[in-house]
């Protein structure tokens, strides 16, 4: 099965930091050569896009909310996109999700809460 996951949720205090993973699990699946989203999701609101990059990993885009807080990065040789988020906030609670564009392939999502 063809599947995009993502790793690395958790609770984390206000001011702290998470690093999310995502990778493409299955035969002949792979993030390699296509752009890669990350969105998230709070309670009883609508997904929203929080950063983007490139095929290369040279081009790179973020959502307001997050400039100067979110990193996205890609290790094309571990076959892995990164989104470092330091800083965090509680409003940035929600379920995180990794995106291939190519294809429309969506992970099940992490959770990440952050509270006091």
């Known amino acids: 099965q063809l599947q995009v996951v993502e790793s690395g949720g958790g609770l984390v205090q206000p001011g702290g930091s998470l690093r999310l993973s995502c990778a493409a699990s299955g035969s002949g699946f792979t993030l390699d050569y296509y752009a890669v989203g990350w969105f998230r999701q709070a309670p009883g609101k609508e997904r929203e896009g929080v950063s983007c990059i490139n095929s290369s990993g040279g081009r790179t885009n973020y959502a307001d909310s997050v400039k100067g807080r979110f990193t996205v990065s890609r290790d094309n040789a571990k076959r892995t996109v990164t989104l470092q988020m330091n800083s965090l906030k509680p409003e940035d609670t929600a379920v995180y999700y990794c995106?291939?564009?190519?294809?429309?392939?969506w992970g099940q999502g992490t959770q990440v809460t952050v509270s006091s």
């Open positions: 995106h291939r564009a190519r294809g429309n392939y």
